[in-house]
């Protein structure tokens, strides 16, 4: 049980430190939206970059892992958008509800979480894991809120758009450049390792800190359906993440191990983002990751004495 106090309070502890900072007025309002860019256009992707560029090709490509995580999310978030639209909702809001169940925090919280369980190892499938959130599931939730808003339906321009938008996104050119750099064989410059690095470090923390800002902001408008989303976000992913990592590819334990502890994360910033982006509800969305952030105490306490035991 100390273990995984050890692991689990540093991580809330600054989750809470953004969210009193936030209460108590000591950070105004734009200070969450600032730190999170620092976060994303110049932290992160240092980090990113790193852990790419000095990888392996043995320890990155892990096909059984990839295809754990990317069938067992996608699955959850084609059966979310069909009940949502069963429901009588708009393609626009059933792929953001969608985005709710399955888009784990895997850069904010995977990255520093995984470090404290499996060592520097553990930044390899949390990076993959990241890869597989930002460029597959968003990707799919764009394309499809693209294609649901043009009034032609003009999959060639929506895909054009989505290129477009992909290749600007330093969450995923800094890895690919990484991933290239590590081609080339060239170890890293002393200097351009320590720059990286110190610019890395800042990546978790700060990323913590503007989760709880962001938290700690109150969102007006529906949130029918929230429980549902939650539920669905912290037990379903799980249970059927598990089942492919263990059951179908027998993944190794360490890769297993992995998958399971990235699927039990809350879900991250990007359905907010891309309701807000879109001038959707934004409201369901903020509330699905204040719940999942709350209910994920318990969830990644229960995994990490799982996978203790």
């Known amino acids: 049980m100390s273990t995984i106090i050890d692991v689990v309070l540093p991580i809330f502890g600054l989750i809470l430190v953004g969210y009193l900072c936030r209460r108590t007025n000591r950070l105004g309002a734009t200070a969450s939206s600032e ?3 620092f976060v994303v256009w110049l932290a992160l992707p240092a980090l990113l970059f790193k852990v790419t560029a000095t990888a392996t090709w043995e320890q990155i490509w892990q096909p059984g892992f990839v295809a754990s995580l990317t069938l067992a999310w996608t699955l959850l978030f084609a059966a979310t958008v069909a009940y949502r639209v069963r429901q ?7 792929c953001i509800d969608g985005l709710s169940t399955t888009y784990a925090n895997t850069g904010f919280m995977g990255i520093p979480l995984c470090v404290l369980v499996f060592g520097e190892k553990g930044l390899v499938p949390a990076v993959v894991a990241t890869l597989i959130v930002a460029c597959i599931l968003f990707g799919i939730g764009i394309i499809l809120v693209e294609i649901s808003l043009q009034e032609e339906k003009h999959p060639l321009r929506a ?34 390792n320590q720059f990286l690095s110190l610019l890395g470090m800042a990546a978790s923390p700060c990323a913590l800190v503007s989760l709880g800002l962001l938290l700690a902001q109150r969102q007006q408008g529906r949130c029918e359906g929230t429980a549902k989303l939650v539920l669905a976000k912290l ?10 990592a263990f059951y179908v590819f027998d993944l190794p334990k360490f890769w297993a191990n992995s998958a399971l502890l990235l699927s039990v994360l809350p879900t991250g910033t990007g359905p907010f983002m891309l309701a807000s982006f879109y001038e959707r509800n934004a409201a369901l969305a903020s509330r699905v990751i204040l719940f999942t952030t709350i ?10 004495y799982v996978l203790g035991s």
Not at 295 to 304: M, P, W, Y
């Open 159 to 192: 895909a054009a758009k989505v290129g477009k938008a992909l290749a600007g996104n330093p969450l995923i050119i800094s890895p690919v450049l990484g991933g290239f750099w590590a081609l080339s064989g060239i170890p890293l410059p002393a200097a351009t």
């Open 35 to 37: 730190i999170s860019r």
């Open 235 to 244: 037990l379903l992913q799980p249970l059927i993440t598990a089942f492919f």
């Open 295 to 304: 209910g994920s105490i318990v969830t990644i306490s229960v995994c990490l």
């Open 88 to 94: 009588q909702h708009t393609v626009v809001d059933a």
